[in-house]
């Protein structure tokens, strides 16, 4: 058994058949001490663990609070954490209390959970009954999964957007110059409408395309043309694109955008 000091020991163990040694072997063992990880330091003022946050669309995220002891002694431990939107990113439960951990100063969690793709708000928590606030900004990811950046431009052939991977970036390339896409694309160079209503739904149907036509290209690959059924591959293309195509329009149209848009319409 290995003790509590640092030193070298040799095991070697010796096999017998017949009172006679067939075969030994030896092994070497080093014992260190464990490394002794340094307390972080403390916090200087009321805040938030960290700046900034990123959340995945409809995943919970913990989130951290923490405070110097005496502040905490001071002005009390009943902290109320408040969302800049609760449409975008909702607080669950935002009334937490304060603790000792066991580094000596107060900490508390919280947890939030994001909801519109692509949004940046502001969280602040405050300790009750007092002006003393922190803040923190959460951003929204765009698409759940890997990086995706969606670039316009013009290309000849036959396609309406390509998809490349570099260093796990996916960039998807949406060609403008396309007979179905230029008339609301805009002229090159500048693609001017590319912020268009129209130009940012089929944005949304070409980048959806193009990804799902990877990814059964991708599956074919392995499978071999002997296991391709076109039935089943129409089932899987219409399951991947019913997926996906939610998540891509709210990037392109996110929903504060369409509320406002009824409000007008409402107000008409």
């Not at 938030?48 to 005496?70: A, M």
């Not at 066991?102 to 939030?112: F, K």
Request: proline share 5%; charged share 30%; aromatic share 6%.
């Amino acid at each position: 058994t290995a003790g509590s000091l640092e030193g070298e020991a040799i095991l070697i163990a010796r096999l017998f058949l017949d009172g006679r040694q067939e075969a030994s072997a030896a092994l070497e063992i080093e014992c260190t001490q464990p490394a002794i990880k340094p307390a972080p330091p403390p916090p200087e003022f009321f805040k938030f663990e960290h700046g900034s946050y990123i959340v995945e669309p409809g995943r919970k995220r913990r989130l951290t609070i923490q405070s110097p002891k005496e502040i905490g002694d001071k002005l009390g431990t009943d902290i109320r954490v408040t969302s800049e939107d609760d449409s975008a990113v909702i607080v669950l439960g935002n009334r937490v209390l304060l603790s000792l951990n066991r580094y000596g100063w107060y900490e508390a969690v919280i947890d939030v959970e994001g909801k519109q793709r692509g949004a940046k708000i502001a969280l602040t928590a405050r300790i009750h009954g007092s002006t003393l606030k922190a803040e923190a900004q959460v951003h929204v990811r765009e698409i759940a999964g890997p990086n995706v950046r969606i670039v316009v431009e013009a290309f000849d052939g036959p396609y309406r957007a390509l998809l490349n991977e570099e260093d796990g970036l996916v960039i998807v390339r949406v060609n403008a110059r396309h007979p179905s896409l230029r008339r609301y694309f805009g002229a090159e160079p500048t693609f001017s409408g590319q912020e268009s209503l129209a130009a940012r739904l089929m944005k949304a149907e070409v980048v959806a395309d193009e990804a799902v036509r990877s990814m059964q290209r991708k599956r074919a690959e392995k499978l071999g043309s002997e296991e391709l059924d076109v039935e089943r591959l129409y089932a899987q293309r219409v399951a991947m694109l019913s997926e996906l195509l939610p998540q891509l329009h709210a990037t392109q149209v996110p929903d504060v955008e369409l509320r406002g848009q009824a409000a007008q319409a409402k107000s008409a």
